[in-house]
C-alpha cells in the first residue's frame, strides 16, 4: 500500500513571504514519481512537477522549487516570493509503477494575502 | 490539441435519479482515469482503463457507480441510484504509455471536472 500525507491543510502568508508546502510519503516500492499538482479556485487540476526515484536533485523554476529527500521519503514543494495568485490548493502525489495508480495527498490550501 | 473534454460542468440532480457523467480523453491517449474529489476524502482514483478495457475499479465505491469506455474517444461514469452523498467533484484524466521504464509514467491530463449535487 502507498500513501502521501500532506500535514498542511491550510497555509496563510502574506504576500512576498516565501512559504514551504510539505509532503511524506510511503512505498515499498524502489520504483516510483513523485508529483505536485495546483488546483486553483477555479478548480481544475494543473501539473506543476514529476520527480523519479532515481533522481534525488532537486529542482527550481522561476519562484518553485523542489527539494526530495528519499532519506526521509519527503518531497517538499517551495514558493519563493509568494503572490496573490499563488493561492490554490496544492496537491502531492505518488505513482505506483506496477500497479499504474496515483495516490494524492490531502491538499494544503495555500492562502496568500495582499 | 483540446485538452481533456467532461460534461457536464455542472449537475444538480435529485436522490435516486440516474446520473451519466462524459468523458473525451485527449485523442491517442492509451489510459483513462476517473476520480473523485470530496471534502472528506480528498482526490479518490475508482476506475482506470487501458485501450477501452477496465484495468482496475478497486476504487469504486459500491454498485451504484459504474463505468464504460465503448471506445477510445469516449467514457462514461454513470450512478444508478444517485444519493446525496455522490455529491463531488468528478475528474477524467487520460495519459499515454510509453514502452520503456524511463518514461514508463506519463503525465495524466485531467479535465475541468464535473461538479454533481445531488439532493
Keep these: ?114 | 490539441d483540446a485538452g481533456v473534454i467532461q460534461s457536464p460542468r455542472h449537475e444538480v440532480t435529485e436522490m435516486g435519479q440516474e446520473v451519466t457523467l462524459r468523458c473525451k480523453p485527449i485523442s491517442g491517449h492509451d489510459y483513462l482515469f476517473w476520480y473523485r474529489q470530496t471534502m472528506m476524502r480528498g482526490l479518490e482514483l475508482l476506475i482506470y482503463f487501458n485501450n477501452n478495457v477496465p484495468i482496475d475499479d478497486s476504487g469504486m465505491p459500491e454498485d451504484r457507480f459504474s463505468a464504460k469506455m465503448p471506445n477510445a474517444s469516449f467514457s462514461t461514469l454513470k450512478i444508478q441510484p444517485s444519493e446525496p452523498r455522490d455529491s463531488a467533484v468528478y475528474f477524467c484524466a487520460s495519459s499515454l504509455a510509453s514502452p520503456t521504464w524511463e518514461h514508463s509514467y506519463n503525465e495524466q491530463f485531467f479535465g475541468p471536472g464535473t461538479r454533481l449535487t445531488v439532493l
Design chain 1, 1 to 114: 500500500a502507498q500513501k502521501v500525507t500532506q500535514a498542511q491543510t491550510e497555509i496563510s502568508v502574506v504576500e512576498k513571504e516565501d512559504v514551504t508546502l510539505d509532503c511524506v510519503y510511503e512505498t515499498r516500492d524502489t520504483t516510483y514519481y513523485l508529483f505536485w499538482y495546483k488546483q486553483p479556485p477555479s478548480g481544475e487540476l494543473v501539473f506543476l512537477i514529476r520527480r523519479n526515484s532515481f533522481d534525488e536533485q532537486n529542482e527550481i523554476s522561476g519562484r518553485y522549487s523542489w527539494n526530495f529527500q528519499k532519506s526521509t521519503s519527503s518531497f517538499n514543494f517551495t514558493i519563493t516570493a509568494s503572490q496573490v495568485v499563488d493561492s490554490a490548493v496544492y496537491f502531492c502525489a505518488l505513482f505506483n509503477n506496477a500497479g499504474n495508480m496515483l495516490t494524492f495527498g490531502g491538499g494544503t490550501r495555500l492562502m496568500v494575502k495582499p
